[in-house]
């Protein structure tokens, strides 16, 4: 059976929360996951001293992460970006050039 690291959608309307999941690939996008390996907020927050940019929160398991990876599970696109972006997977071609156009 494959396996996904992807997102599920949470949150209210125009207020998203995700939770990094691990899926079996042919089940529902909100269905219940094998495991959730974090959560990513994508509306940014300002820092809390008031200076800096405003950032997006990531929270990774990342001994999870590690573990499911090593076992098969194959990251979505947007997984695989929010990965890259907590330094645990390198960026693929596609990524980068996706981080340029935003």
Known sequence: ?????????FGKRNAPFYNIVVAHARTARNSKPL????????????????????????????ARAKYWLGVGAQ???TAWRLLAMVSFLP??????TWWLIE
């Open 35 to 62: 495991e959730v390996l974090g959560t990513y907020d994508p509306i940014p927050h300002a820092p809390a001293h008031g200076a800096g940019k405003p950032y997006k929160d990531i929270k990774l398991d990342s």
């Open 1 to 9: 059976m494959v396996l996904k690291i992807r997102l599920a959608r």
């Open 91 to 96: 960026p693929s071609s596609w990524v980068e």
């Open 75 to 77: 990251p979505s696109d």
